[in-house]
């Protein structure tokens, strides 16, 4: 099992950037399968962007697609959420996620497919 702490939430004013990060602690990160996901007040919990455990294949939710990139360091323990060209539709508190997988090519959009979540980090887009 790992514990997942994010940072690198804050303010932003529309069209900016900001660089989230997830820290992972555990011995088994090097087989974690990772994700983004964000909830807004109100809404629903929304899937961000994934990243396979081999760091191969990444892929988006559709609203993100073309503005964020999420990376992945293992020798670091750590994934990464750049966010580039926000919106206030971007604002939420954005959360990590992992799963430990046995297939280097697992991928998860939906929160329940996960086993281990951070606490989240606040991101607010606004002028």
């Known amino acids: 099992q790992v514990t997942l702490v994010e940072s690198g939430g804050g303010l932003v004013q529309p069209g900016g950037s900001l660089r989230l990060s997830c820290a992972a602690s555990?011995?088994?990160?090097?087989?974690?399968?990772m994700g983004w996901f964000r909830q807004a007040p109100g809404k629903e919990r929304e899937f961000v962007a994934g990243i396979t455990w081999s760091g191969g294949s990444t892929y988006y939710g559709d609203s993100v697609k073309g503005r964020f990139t999420i990376s992945g360091d293992n020798a670091k323990k750590a994934v990464y959420l750049q966010m580039n060209s926000l919106k206030p539709a971007d604002t939420a508190v954005y959360y990590c996620?992992?799963?430990?997988?046995?297939?280097?090519?697992?991928?998860?959009?939906?929160?329940?497919?996960?086993?281990?979540w951070g606490q989240g980090t606040q991101v607010t887009v606004s002028s």
């Open positions: 555990g011995r088994a990160f090097s087989s974690y399968a």
């Open positions: 996620a992992g799963k430990s997988v046995i297939s280097p090519l697992w991928t998860g959009r939906s929160w329940s497919q996960y086993d281990a």
